[in-house]
């Protein structure tokens, strides 16, 4: 597992030796990967105006992840039935290198390779300018988000719940799917078919006594139509006359009679609605999944760029002479960025002050 850190170092007047100088120190113990992070220069205007754009910028860095992790669970809730594929669809675009335009490379390429968009981000306007058309972006996504999940939350809700009736047991399974009309007696003045609940060691027990638990049972009226590890659900015939009767004699020998009505209009209603949630499902995952792998790939990325610019503003501010409100050009530093491992964590700050002493940065 990798950590990135985007470090502002002090600059010389052309500002190539920051790396240099980090990569000396840093490869002796293979302290970490280092590699450049371009930053272009902005339109900085007064000192006022970046303590301002900086709060906004931390909030913003804040929102964006937020909305990045957002993303990434509903990739991973989309793809439920394929979840060893998540990582691959958490893509970024290529980048601006014109043989990369057209791919899609993995996020920690993308990061190492970063380059500023200047068509979508220009930065020649005003630093505000520039903040705001991202945070409009984000804005938009997350609206666009909440919109589309919402809708395929609420069916994938409404379907997991049908499947979990489906699942549960035999008291209160749904029983749509298991049972058919050859399995009652329907339409009798006189007869009625009852569903009863046979724990699986009373089969026998339940084969030998059924029709003797009360007057008027239709002899080998009895059929096992579904079981789980349970039990099973076994059909009789019987008089209506004596279903009381009946109901209670099964209680005393550990038979439980399910209430249950055979209507054919519901249960085809129930499978109808069954198979149309299912094909809906099927219908909105494909663009679902494509908006959210294109929109989270457009979301990281304005988040590396917010970044960038959060290392910029703090680098000027950081460097800004004390009485000065009006900043004509920015301040001179080197953005680098240190990808290191987990182990390498506790190491590297201690290489910091070696490089920059105090007052330097």
């Given at each position: 597992m990798s950590e990135f850190w985007l470090i502002s170092a002090p600059g010389d007047?052309?500002?190539?030796?920051?790396?240099?100088?980090?990569?000396?120190?840093?490869?002796?113990?293979?302290?970490?990967?280092?590699?450049?992070?371009?930053?272009?220069?902005?339109?900085?205007g007064?000192?006022?105006?970046?303590?301002?754009?900086?709060?906004?910028?931390?909030?913003?860095?804040?929102?964006?992840?937020?909305?990045?992790?957002?993303?990434?669970?509903?990739?991973?809730?989309v793809m439920e039935d394929a979840k060893g594929k998540v990582q691959e669809n958490l893509l970024a675009?290529?980048?601006?290198?014109?043989?990369?335009?057209?791919?899609?490379?993995?996020?920690?390429?993308?990061?190492?390779?970063?380059?500023?968009?200047?068509?979508?981000?220009?930065?020649?306007?005003?630093?505000?300018?520039?903040v705001d058309t991202l945070a409009k972006q984000l804005a938009q996504i997350e609206t666009d988000l909440k919109g589309r999940t919402a809708a395929y939350s609420t069916l994938k809700a409404t379907l997991d719940s049908l499947n979990q009736k489906a699942k549960a047991n035999l008291f209160t399974r749904t029983l749509?799917?298991?049972?058919?009309?050859?399995?009652?007696?329907?339409?009798?003045?006189?007869l009625v078919t009852l569903l009863v609940i046979v724990p699986t060691q009373n089969y026998i027990q339940w084969q030998k006594t059924y029709e003797s638990l009360s007057d008027m049972v239709v002899p080998r009226s009895t059929k096992l139509?579904?079981?789980?590890?349970?039990?099973?659900?076994?059909?009789?015939?019987?008089f209506r006359k004596v279903i009381d009767d009946f109901?209670?004699?099964?209680?005393?020998?550990?038979f439980t009679v399910r209430e249950f009505y055979y209507d054919e209009k519901e249960i085809t209603r129930e499978r109808e609605e069954m198979t149309r949630l299912?094909?809906?499902?099927?219908?909105?995952?494909?663009?679902?999944?494509?908006?959210?792998?294109?929109?989270?790939?457009?979301?990281?990325?304005?988040?590396?760029?917010?970044?960038?610019?959060?290392?910029?503003?703090?680098?000027?501010?950081?460097n800004s002479g004390e009485g000065t409100n009006k900043l004509d050009k920015p301040a001179g530093f080197q953005s680098v960025l240190w990808?290191?491992?987990?182990?390498?964590?506790?190491?590297?700050?201690?290489?910091?002050?070696?490089?920059?002493?105090?007052?330097?940065?």
């Amino acid at each position: 597992m990798s950590e990135f850190w985007l470090i502002s170092a002090p600059g010389d007047k052309e500002n190539l030796h920051a790396l240099e100088r980090l990569n000396t120190v840093t490869s002796k113990s293979n302290l970490s990967y280092n590699t450049k992070f371009a930053i272009p220069d902005f339109k900085v205007g007064t000192l006022d105006s970046l303590v301002g754009l900086s709060d906004e910028l931390g909030k913003l860095d804040t929102f964006a992840e937020s909305l990045i992790k957002r993303m990434a669970q509903s990739v991973v809730e989309v793809m439920e039935d394929a979840k060893g594929k998540v990582q691959e669809n958490l893509l970024a675009n290529g980048g601006l290198k014109e043989k990369m335009k057209c791919l899609k490379i993995d996020l920690t390429s993308f990061v190492t390779h970063f380059e500023w968009d200047m068509a979508k981000y220009p930065a020649k306007q005003p630093l505000p300018s520039v903040v705001d058309t991202l945070a409009k972006q984000l804005a938009q996504i997350e609206t666009d988000l909440k919109g589309r999940t919402a809708a395929y939350s609420t069916l994938k809700a409404t379907l997991d719940s049908l499947n979990q009736k489906a699942k549960a047991n035999l008291f209160t399974r749904t029983l749509s799917d298991i049972v058919n009309k050859d399995d009652f007696v329907l339409d009798s003045e006189y007869l009625v078919t009852l569903l009863v609940i046979v724990p699986t060691q009373n089969y026998i027990q339940w084969q030998k006594t059924y029709e003797s638990l009360s007057d008027m049972v239709v002899p080998r009226s009895t059929k096992l139509i579904f079981e789980d590890k349970e039990g099973g659900l076994f059909t009789v015939t019987l008089f209506r006359k004596v279903i009381d009767d009946f109901k209670a004699r099964a209680k005393e020998n550990k038979f439980t009679v399910r209430e249950f009505y055979y209507d054919e209009k519901e249960i085809t209603r129930e499978r109808e609605e069954m198979t149309r949630l299912l094909s809906a499902k099927k219908q909105q995952y494909g663009p679902l999944l494509r908006w959210l792998k294109v929109n989270f790939s457009e979301a990281f990325i304005a988040w590396v760029h917010i970044k960038a610019l959060r290392v910029f503003v703090e680098s000027v501010l950081r460097n800004s002479g004390e009485g000065t409100n009006k900043l004509d050009k920015p301040a001179g530093f080197q953005s680098v960025l240190w990808v290191r491992t987990v182990r390498q964590i506790a190491c590297l700050p201690h290489a910091l002050p070696t490089l920059w002493p105090p007052g330097l940065g």
